[in-house]
């Protein structure tokens, strides 16, 4: 059974309205509620935004049983131990897991970087470097998480269950690292290459437990199972599938 969830950015509604989509998602039994990790409402071509932990620790009290989820936090938004904590701190704030995207961040050239240059954030011109930065995130939480873990992490929040972390990818060295170390991967439906990026990340996984997601658009049109899309979601074995409402809150409220 595929899983059916919303994302939301905060970019063209306030938290009021944000709040009573939550809700709204929650009443009518989609699977998880994501957010955005961007900093400013730019990215959208909105005039504001959230920051992704704050709005995830509104959401832990507002809403009572939909499992919430980060896509995709930016490993350079934060340093990753504080990263890691917060996304603990969210499964312990809510009692429920927590789905924890990640993402390598944008290269300083990108449409992406205007919210980093800003602020004056580090931006990593190499894909290699972004790269590793993930992979310094899930070694840290492999270690921090671990039911045994050393007594350098004995007073860190321990999230039961440990969030499964699912990989954001444009590339195919990203695909393959979400395969052969994360429990997920992520892919825009649109992307060109998105049968390539999820093959390479199965065939990393080599059998064990792996999810893969695609991120869309929400419209009510695609709410229906028989959508043309759908019906090529579904033949494409994709696990999740993540319905974004960017500036349509209002009509998302109306369905």
Known sequence: ??????????????????RDVAL????????AL????HLAGVPFGGQRSLDCFTFLGALAEATTTIELGALVANV????VGTLAVAAASVSEISGRRFLF???AG???????????????????????VRHRRVEDLLDLTDAMWHADRADQFTTFPLPSPAPPRIIGTNSIELSELAGRRAEGVNVAW??????ELLDVARRAADGRPFQTTTWLPW?????????????????ANIDRVILAVVDNSAEFLSS
């Open 1 to 18: 059974m595929v899983s059916l969830d919303i994302q939301l950015t905060a970019s063209h509604a306030d938290w009021s309205i944000l």
């Open 24 to 31: 709204k998602v929650e009443n009518d039994e989609y699977d």
């Open 34 to 37: 994501w957010v955005v990790d």
């Open 76 to 79: 350079w938004n934060r340093q």
């Open 101 to 103: 995207g990640v993402g």
């Open 106 to 128: 944008t290269s300083p050239n990108s449409r992406w970087a205007a919210e980093q240059h800003a602020v004056g954030a580090e931006i990593e011109s190499e894909m290699g």
């Open 190 to 195: 649109n992307h060109p290459r998105r049968s």
């Open 219 to 235: 419209s009510r049109e695609i709410l229906a199972d028989d959508h043309p899309v759908r019906v090529e979601i579904a033949a």
